[in-house]
C-alpha cells in the first residue's frame, strides 16, 4: 500500500548531480528510486545512500522503457562531459532523445511530474551574451557536439509537446557548467581536470588560448535551484536557467587552481576541440523571480572543497583511475580547429 512518502525516480542518479539530488531528495523524507546504467555513473556515488530503507537502486538505460510508479521525475540520465558524450554519440542522442520520450510516457501513465535536465548547450556557440531563456542559440546541427546539443533541444521539445498534447507537467531546467565534490577525476571537463592535473604534479592543460569563457555553479547551489523548480506550481514549465553569472576564462580559472593548489607544474595548451563555444554566462533574472534563487557558493569557495573530495581520493604517489593527466582525456584523433589569437 502506498505511504505519505512521495515517490521520486531520479534517472541518472549515479552520476555526479544524480547522487546529490538523490541524497538531498532523500533528507526530505521522499521515497527515492535511482535508476543509471553506469555509464558514466558510479555505484560509489551513491554506495552511502544504500541502507536507507527509502532508497532503491536499479540497473537500467533510459532508452529502453522502464515501469515504476512514481510521483516526480528528475531526468537526468546522459553523460554531460564532452569526451564522454562523444565517445558514443549515437548512444547519446537516443539517452536525450528516447530517454525523454520513454520519462514522458511514464509520466503521461502515472500523473506524475517530471523535471528536465537540460543545458546552457542549448544556446550553442551564443550571439547573445549572457543567455536569457529567451535566446532560441546558436547550434551546429551536424558537429561533433551536435549528439549532445540537439538531443538535450530535442528532449525540450518533447518536454513542451507532452504538455500541450497530452497535459503532463513539466520543468525544464537549463544547467549551466557545475562542478563540486563526485565530479569523476576522469570525467574530462574542465574543473575536474584542472585540480587532478595540479594535484597530481602535472602540467594543467588550456585547450585554445584558454581565452574562452564558462560561468561555474557549485553543486550544492545547483541542486536547490533543481528542487526548488521542480516544487514550483503546475503553471511554471519553464525553461529556466540554474547556474553562477561568475564569469571566467578557462585561463583565469587554471590560474586560481594553480594558486590554490601550490602546482608548480605550469600549463601545457592543447588544441581548441571544434565547436567549443567561446563564452557562456546564464541570465538569472528568471530563477530569481519564479525561485526566488540566487547561487551562494563563489567559485573561491567551491573550488577548495572540491579539492578536498580529490585530495581525499587520490593515493599520494599515484593518478586517479585511468585518467590520462598527460592530455586532460582529450583523446589524440580529436578533430582541432586553430585556437582564436584573442577573444
Ligand atoms: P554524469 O555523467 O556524472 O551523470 C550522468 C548519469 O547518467 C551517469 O550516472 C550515467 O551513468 C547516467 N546515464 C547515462 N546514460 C544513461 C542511460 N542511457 N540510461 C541510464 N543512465 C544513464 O553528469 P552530470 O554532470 O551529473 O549531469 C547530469 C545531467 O545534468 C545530465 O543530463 C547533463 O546533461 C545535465 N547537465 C549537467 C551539467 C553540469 O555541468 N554538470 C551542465 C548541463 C547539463
Ligand atoms: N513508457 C514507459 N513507461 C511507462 C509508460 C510508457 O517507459 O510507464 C514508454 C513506452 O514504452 C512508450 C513511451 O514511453 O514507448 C511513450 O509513451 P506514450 O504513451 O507517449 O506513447 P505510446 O505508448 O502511445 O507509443
Ligand atoms: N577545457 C580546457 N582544458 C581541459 C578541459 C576543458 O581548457 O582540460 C576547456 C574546454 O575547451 C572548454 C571549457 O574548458 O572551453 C569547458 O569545458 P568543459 O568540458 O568543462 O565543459 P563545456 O565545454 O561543455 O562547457
Given at each position: 500500500?502506498?505511504?505519505?512518502?512521495?515517490?521520486?525516480?531520479?534517472?541518472?542518479?549515479?552520476?555526479?548531480?544524480?547522487s546529490h539530488l538523490c541524497e538531498r531528495?532523500?533528507?526530505?523524507?521522499?521515497?527515492?528510486?535511482?535508476?543509471?546504467?553506469?555509464?558514466t555513473g558510479n555505484k560509489d556515488n551513491v554506495a552511502h545512500l544504500m541502507r536507507d530503507p527509502n532508497f532503491e537502486i536499479l540497473r537500467h538505460d533510459v532508452t529502453f522503457p522502464l515501469y515504476v510508479e512514481v510521483d516526480e521525475i528528475y531526468n537526468l540520465a546522459c553523460p554531460a562531459s564532452p569526451i564522454h558524450y562523444q565517445h558514443d554519440p549515437v548512444q547519446t542522442t537516443k539517452t536525450s532523445v528516447h530517454g525523454a520520450i520513454n520519462m514522458l510516457g511514464l509520466a503521461k501513465r502515472t500523473g506524475a511530474k517530471l523535471l528536465q535536465a537540460s543545458t546552457s548547450e542549448v544556446y550553442g556557440n551564443p550571439l547573445v551574451h549572457p543567455q536569457p531563456e529567451q535566446y532560441w542559440g546558436h547550434v551546429n546541427p551536424i558537429g561533433i557536439r551536435s549528439c549532445y546539443d540537439e538531443g538535450k533541444r530535442c528532449a525540450e521539445t518533447l518536454c513542451f509537446d507532452y504538455n500541450r498534447q497530452h497535459g503532463i507537467r513539466i520543468k525544464v531546467m537549463r544547467i549551466f557548467n557545475t562542478y563540486g565534490p563526485r565530479m569523476r577525476p576522469d570525467d574530462g571537463r574542465?574543473?575536474?581536470?584542472?585540480?587532478v592535473q595540479a594535484l597530481s604534479g602535472k602540467p594543467i592543460t588550456i585547450y585554445g588560448s584558454g581565452g574562452q569563457s564558462r560561468s561555474f555553479c557549485y553543486v550544492d547551489d545547483l541542486i536547490e535551484g533543481m528542487v526548488r523548480l521542480m516544487n514550483t506550481d503546475d503553471t511554471i514549465t519553464g525553461p529556466v536557467n540554474i547556474g553562477?553569472?561568475?564569469?571566467?576564462?578557462v585561463r583565469q580559472l587554471a590560474e586560481m587552481v594553480i594558486e590554490m593548489t601550490g602546482s608548480e607544474a605550469g600549463i601545457q595548451y592543447m588544441p581548441l576541440p571544434e565547436d567549443d563555444p567561446l563564452q557562456r554566462q546564464p541570465d538569472?533574472?528568471?530563477?530569481k523571480?519564479?525561485?526566488?534563487?540566487?547561487?551562494t557558493v563563489s567559485i573561491k569557495e567551491g573550488l577548495p572543497r572540491t579539492m578536498a573530495y580529490f585530495r581525499a581520493l587520490m593515493t599520494p604517489d599515484d593518478d586517479v583511475g585511468t585518467f590520462d593527466a598527460d592530455t586532460g582525456g582529450l583523446a589524440e584523433p580529436v578533430r582541432v580547429v586553430d585556437a582564436p589569437a584573442a577573444l
Open positions: 500500500m502506498r505511504g505519505l512518502r512521495t515517490r521520486v525516480l531520479v534517472t541518472g542518479g549515479a552520476g555526479f548531480l544524480g531528495l532523500l533528507g526530505e523524507g521522499n521515497n527515492v528510486i535511482c535508476v543509471d546504467n553506469f555509464f574542465v574543473v575536474s581536470n584542472f585540480i553562477n553569472p561568475g564569469e571566467f576564462t538569472i533574472a528568471l530563477a523571480r519564479l525561485l526566488d534563487w540566487t547561487p
